[in-house]
């Protein structure tokens, strides 16, 4: 027995579209944004990760003259901060300026220079509502749930 109405493919697809007006405090106003779907989400990730250069794992050497042991492995990489930062600001002004181009805003649409001018605090609230809308935000539940290590 189904629990639910039967949603076609179309009607699913059409909520990527469906923009929805947020309110942003840091803004004292609304503004018309939309969510992103997991390949816009995967887009922006992307962006993130291609900075993070190159990672080794070995699991066959050694470690100052001995030999690992099961569980040990030999790591080493190396990272660019300055990249890597540079990164995270290409993925987090993507992803508002994605969210934020939509129809509703067709007579005035925003882009990634106009976000640049906006303070930190309300980049990184847009940023935050982009996740909520999305369906990818962590809520609070999720990190009480997280196991800990002992």
């Known amino acids: 027995m189904a629990k639910g109405k039967i ?11 469906d923009p929805k007006p947020v309110f942003i405090e840091s803004l004292n106003g609304e503004l018309w944004m939309r969510p992103l ?22 699991n ?19 990272v660019n901060l300055e990249k890597m930062n540079l990164a995270q600001q290409e993925a987090t002004y993507t992803r508002i300026e994605k969210s934020l181009d939509n129809p509703k ?6 882009t990634i220079s106009d976000l640049k001018q906006l303070k930190r605090y309300q980049i990184e ?10 369906g ?9 749930d997280f196991p800990e290590d002992e």
Do not use: M
Not at 37 to 58: P, W
Not at 60 to 78: D, I
């Open 7 to 17: 949603l076609k493919k179309s009607q699913i697809l059409q909520g990527i579209n």
């Open 105 to 110: 805003n067709d007579d005035d649409p925003w």
């Open 125 to 134: 609230e847009l940023e935050g509502k982009v996740f909520e809308l999305s």
């Open 60 to 78: 066959k050497s050694k470690v100052q003259g001995r030999a690992l042991t099961n569980g040990e492995s030999l790591q080493k990489g190396k």
């Open 37 to 58: 779907s997991s390949a816009e989400l995967d887009e922006c990730d992307n962006i993130e990760t291609k900075a993070l250069g190159v990672y080794e794992t070995n």
């Open 136 to 144: 990818a935000d962590i809520t609070e539940k999720e990190i009480k």
